[in-house]
């Protein structure tokens, strides 16, 4: 979790997808601060508990019902081509399986 300024508000949960996975960014606490500025004078800014983390795992939805577990969330990593090819294997084999029981046809 870091601390993150914002001269507008922010969403709790913003998402930014991508061909495979998103980034994820989390703005909770929300504290309107004043910053004085040696050029500008003071200017209102709107200070958050954030974090930033790319995901391959989570939903949106999941992360919507409480983002402020995900605060301290590292991301997590894409599968591997290995990963990938063992979880279509055991889904075509049950697959099978289904259809020679009569259970799918």
Known sequence: MEKMRFTLPQLSAAFYPLEKGM???ICTNEQK???DGPENGSET?????G???????????EIIQAPE???????????????TRYATEMIDAYTLQLIEEGVLA
């Open 23 to 25: 980034d994820v960014v």
């Open 33 to 35: 601060i004043t910053i």
């Open 51 to 61: 974090n930033i983390f790319r995901t391959f795992k989570l939903t949106q939805e």
């Open 45 to 49: 800014m709107y200070e958050y508990d």
């Open 69 to 83: 577990q995900y605060l301290d969330y590292e991301g997590d990593t894409e599968p591997s081509e290995e990963m």
